[in-house]
């Protein structure tokens, strides 16, 4: 049973389970970036063993550069606009005692530096994403910025501002603005996909996600 977008988000934002047996899978393009993966491997080589001490084989890492793989197709827009095949386990939250004044820079590929700044953010959260193949979180903002760490698989984001297919592969980390950046996220990779997400400046008692229409791409 497909569950509609607006309830799906809304477990979300309560960090309980959203998840759906039939979600249709979703292609996939090239997972290859730009040959400046050479100098992120030699940055990962510092740090041979992954986040529970196993070691992480450096010939087995797919590019961390992000790929941007075009516009999408309009069987790939309606797949990914339902939320379903993925669940969120929240890690830890907690609120900042100092005062915090952070300015995050972001430059994507064929868009102009966007300045996002957070002054005495509330809350910051963390979760952890797991999609299962063709899951998708839907069209919907934040709060805040997100810092997204992609451990298995490869995260396909679109963003509303350009409508371009962008590929985060597992090793790769992202920011998404947040503050009104209307977005979609899900599993670009055959398999399981999981990521790590911190969020920031998420309200106290509210979660971080907040549901957006889809755009017209």
Known sequence: MRMSGLRALSLVAAFGLAACDDVPSSSS???????????ASRRLA????????HDVP???????VPSAVGAPTAALLQNIAV????SIEPLARAAFPDAI????RIKLD???TNAIHVRDPSDALVVKLTFQEGGSVGWHTHHGPAIVVVQTGTVGIINASDCVVRHYNA???FIDPGQGNVHVGYNAAAGVTIAYVTFLDVPAGQGPTLPASAPDC
């Open 110 to 112: 064929g868009l102009s």
């Open 171 to 173: 090793g790769a980390a």
């Open 83 to 86: 939320p379903g095949g993925f």
């Open 58 to 64: 450096m010939a087995a890492l797919p590019s961390l």
């Open 29 to 39: 393009g090239s997972l290859l970036g730009p040959d400046r993966a050479a100098a």
């Open 46 to 53: 510092l740090a041979p063993a992954d986040m529970h001490g």
């Open 101 to 104: 004044d952070a300015d995050f």
